[in-house]
């Protein structure tokens, strides 16, 4: 695998093993004599830290737009500040999430497909200039709401008794979130790759590294 940079982003339903996979991916490749770093959104620099508290510790609740806006704020210095140096300088990026996990999940809170793509255009723009492989991590809604179950603390019992009977309407939010998080390439003009998360996790991590590899 040629050693240059680039910004391998792994997106996909909460509980898909993002995390999971970002650690083993950047152990692998490390071991391949890369100099691969892990980044996730928001965050990445001081003053994207600095947003994400204030996001998250804001007293008032902030609308679609706000957040939307909040997000390319702290992406747009991320990528000016951070990736596009790093990438320079041959380093690779392994990302939990992106711009595809704001597009999912403001379009889900009210915004539209349009507003989204007009607020992110210069995003956009500066991230066509990158290197990019885009890989979505694919599992049920089923899964992910049983995943997200268990890690909110509850027992094996109680969670197998809750997933036998769920909200439907709960249920339709993971559904229409799967289904964006599936579109989202095509959305935003990107390529992707997508990948069952469903399997074990270290047949997904060389899932992964062959599709790297071929793209090195």
Same mark, same amino acid.
């Given at each position: 695998?040629?050693?240059?940079? =680039? ?22 490749? =490390? ?19 600095? @947003? ?16 939307? @806006?909040?997000?390319?704020?702290? =992406? ?23 711009? /595809?996990?704001?597009? /999912?999940?403001? /379009? ?8 989204? @793509? ?28 049983? =995943? ?31 289904? @964006? ?36």
């Amino acid at each position: 695998m040629e050693n240059k940079g =680039r910004l391998i982003i792994l997106e996909g339903l909460d509980g898909a093993g993002k995390t999971t996979q970002q650690r083993a991916l950047i152990e692998e490749l =490390r071991l391949q004599g890369i100099d691969a770093r892990g980044m996730a959104e928001p965050g990445g620099t001081p003053l994207g830290m600095r @947003l994400r508290e204030m996001l998250l510790l804001t007293e008032e609740p902030l609308t679609p737009d706000e957040m939307l @806006l909040a997000f390319t704020l702290q =992406r747009t210095h991320l990528i000016l500040n951070a990736i596009t140096w790093m990438i320079r300088d041959g380093i690779t990026i392994v990302a939990d999430r992106s711009i /595809v996990s704001t597009l /999912v999940y403001q /379009v889900q809170a009210g915004c539209t497909v349009e507003r989204v @793509l007009e607020v992110s255009r210069n995003v956009l723009e500066l991230l066509g200039k990158l290197p990019i492989q885009l890989y979505i991590l694919d599992i049920s809604p089923e899964l992910a709401r049983e =995943r997200a179950m268990q890690l909110a603390g509850r027992s094996e019992g109680e969670t197998a008794q809750t997933v036998n009977h769920f909200d439907e309407a709960e249920l339709d939010v993971y559904r229409q979130r799967r289904e @964006l998080y599936m579109g989202a390439a095509g959305i935003l003009g990107w390529e992707a790759t997508i990948v069952n998360g469903e399997q074990p996790r270290e047949v997904i991590t060389e899932e992964l590294l062959r599709h790297v590899r071929g793209k090195g």
